[in-house]
């Protein structure tokens, strides 16, 4: 009996740990706000560097959008990375710097940010910029991130996207997800560790973090690559609310596609770094490190809930044949407090990106990723794919 005790202890233990977390972090990103005033001063010469690998579709206007935006004087570097089609081209009509690269040996978007990076290095900006080629900065948004940078740490914009009721369930509940991770667990976490993830867009960096930044890289997920690397440095990421990046969600297919892409990246980042950068923040009495390797315990929001499930069924079996229910309680309380904190994100902010008739259909979403999970284990995404764009071939 006692050793079956231990046993619903151990499978009970860790997706509630997992879960609390989450929940802390829910409630923390959902609190009112501290009352921090804006950041304020005047901004210096700023760059935005944009990755781009065939993006003749949409370059142009991603360009258009971000000249509307930015301060007079930023310059916009296109990087045309491995490009097949004319995307240097129209980035070029549009009004932007071009920089062509072509290595077919070394491909990814960490490579094209390092081949940016010693072209904006022969006339340093003060501020760095990345933005996506299918992305969009709101207005005021590249004033907020210069201003917080100048802390001497990175900013990272809030990265959304922009809703759709008329898309299928699965994808509004895939940009929920997106939506609590991204914004209300990502201002949890700024709140509890002092510190943010870094999102792949909308990241802004000061030229002295950026010119020694760990960019060249094939991995899949190099954005929370990126930010774990320097947190473990000592160097914070901000998070800005009042800056904010967009963008339209892809597909069913395409969601798909690069929802596998970015939670293989966690995932692999996580099994490689969640237990080290803990280990490390608490020896070293590092907040930012703690939080951070907390952070990472926590899987992706579905497969959270998949295992607490799976978890909570095998516990509550024991329960009724043995008469163990303290696991099974312990779990079950943490998963009803997950679900009802999940539940308040989206009656306070994401109501506009998920319907409530497609939130009904979140046990259909959590089914549709366990081929996600499955691949993961037996045949990882390890290499960058451009994700397809509205509009491609």
């Given at each position: 009996m006692v050793l079956i005790e231990i046993l619903a202890w151990l499978i009970a233990g860790p997706p509630a740990l997992a879960l609390?977390?989450?929940?802390?972090?829910?409630?923390?990103?959902?609190?009112?706000?501290?009352?921090?005033?804006?950041?304020?001063g005047p901004v210096g010469p700023a760059a935005i560097l944009i990755p781009a690998h065939d993006e003749a579709a949409g370059i142009a206007a991603t360009v258009a959008g971000l000249k509307d935006v930015?301060?007079?004087?930023?310059?916009?570097?296109?990087?045309?990375?491995?490009?097949t089609d004319d995307t240097a081209a129209r980035a070029r009509g549009a009004g932007a710097d071009v920089a062509e690269?072509?290595?077919?040996?070394?491909?990814?978007?960490?490579?094209?940010?390092?081949?940016?990076?010693?072209?904006?290095?022969?006339?340093?900006?003060?501020?760095?910029?990345?933005v996506d080629a299918d992305c969009a900065l709101v207005s005021g948004s590249v004033e907020h991130l210069c201003r917080a940078t100048a802390q001497g740490g990175p900013a990272q914009a809030a990265n959304l996207l922009i809703p759709d009721h008329?898309?299928?369930?699965?994808?509004?509940?895939?940009s929920f997800a997106l939506l609590v991770k991204n914004l209300v667990r990502s201002r949890g976490l700024s709140r509890i560790g002092r510190c943010a993830l870094l999102t792949g867009t909308g990241m802004a960096f000061p030229w002295q973090v950026f010119v020694a930044a760990p960019l060249?890289?094939?991995?899949?997920?190099?954005?929370?690559?990126?930010?774990?690397?320097?947190?473990?440095?000592?160097?914070?990421?901000?998070?800005?609310?009042e800056a904010m990046v967009r963008s339209r969600a892809a597909s069913l297919g395409?969601?798909?596609?690069?929802?596998?892409?970015?939670?293989?990246?966690?995932?692999?980042?996580?099994?490689?770094?969640?237990?080290?950068?803990?280990?490390?923040?608490?020896?070293?009495?590092?907040?930012?490190?703690?939080?951070?390797?907390?952070?990472?315990l926590v899987p992706p929001l579905a497969l959270l809930f998949l295992i607490a499930g799976a978890?909570?069924?095998?516990?509550?079996?024991?329960?009724?044949?043995?008469?163990?229910?303290?696991?099974?309680?312990?779990?079950?309380?943490?998963?009803?407090?997950?679900?009802a904190l999940t539940a308040l994100a989206w009656l306070r902010h994401g109501r506009q990106t998920l319907k409530f008739t497609a939130l009904l259909q979140a046990p259909l979403y959590?089914?549709?990723?366990?081929?996600?999970?499955?691949?993961?284990?037996?045949k990882p995404e390890t290499r960058w794919q451009r994700t397809r764009r509205e509009g491609d071939a």
């Amino acid at each position: 009996m006692v050793l079956i005790e231990i046993l619903a202890w151990l499978i009970a233990g860790p997706p509630a740990l997992a879960l609390t977390i989450y929940t802390l972090e829910i409630a923390a990103g959902l609190a009112g706000a501290r009352g921090r005033p804006p950041a304020t001063g005047p901004v210096g010469p700023a760059a935005i560097l944009i990755p781009a690998h065939d993006e003749a579709a949409g370059i142009a206007a991603t360009v258009a959008g971000l000249k509307d935006v930015a301060p007079a004087g930023t310059r916009i570097l296109v990087v045309a990375d491995n490009c097949t089609d004319d995307t240097a081209a129209r980035a070029r009509g549009a009004g932007a710097d071009v920089a062509e690269r072509f290595d077919a040996a070394l491909r990814g978007k960490g490579y094209a940010l390092a081949f940016g990076r010693e072209v904006l290095a022969q006339d340093p900006p003060a501020v760095v910029i990345v933005v996506d080629a299918d992305c969009a900065l709101v207005s005021g948004s590249v004033e907020h991130l210069c201003r917080a940078t100048a802390q001497g740490g990175p900013a990272q914009a809030a990265n959304l996207l922009i809703p759709d009721h008329d898309a299928p369930a699965l994808v509004q509940i895939s940009s929920f997800a997106l939506l609590v991770k991204n914004l209300v667990r990502s201002r949890g976490l700024s709140r509890i560790g002092r510190c943010a993830l870094l999102t792949g867009t909308g990241m802004a960096f000061p030229w002295q973090v950026f010119v020694a930044a760990p960019l060249a890289s094939g991995d899949i997920a190099e954005d929370l690559g990126l930010g774990i690397a320097l947190t473990r440095r000592g160097i914070r990421t901000r998070l800005v609310t009042e800056a904010m990046v967009r963008s339209r969600a892809a597909s069913l297919g395409d969601s798909a596609a690069q929802r596998r892409r970015w939670e293989h990246g966690f995932l692999a980042n996580a099994l490689r770094h969640a237990v080290p950068t803990l280990a490390a923040g608490l020896v070293r009495g590092s907040r930012p490190m703690i939080a951070l390797g907390a952070h990472l315990l926590v899987p992706p929001l579905a497969l959270l809930f998949l295992i607490a499930g799976a978890a909570l069924a095998l516990v509550a079996a024991a329960g009724a044949i043995w008469g163990l229910w303290p696991p099974a309680v312990v779990l079950g309380a943490a998963m009803a407090a997950a679900l009802a904190l999940t539940a308040l994100a989206w009656l306070r902010h994401g109501r506009q990106t998920l319907k409530f008739t497609a939130l009904l259909q979140a046990p259909l979403y959590v089914a549709w990723k366990i081929p996600t999970y499955l691949r993961f284990l037996f045949k990882p995404e390890t290499r960058w794919q451009r994700t397809r764009r509205e509009g491609d071939a």
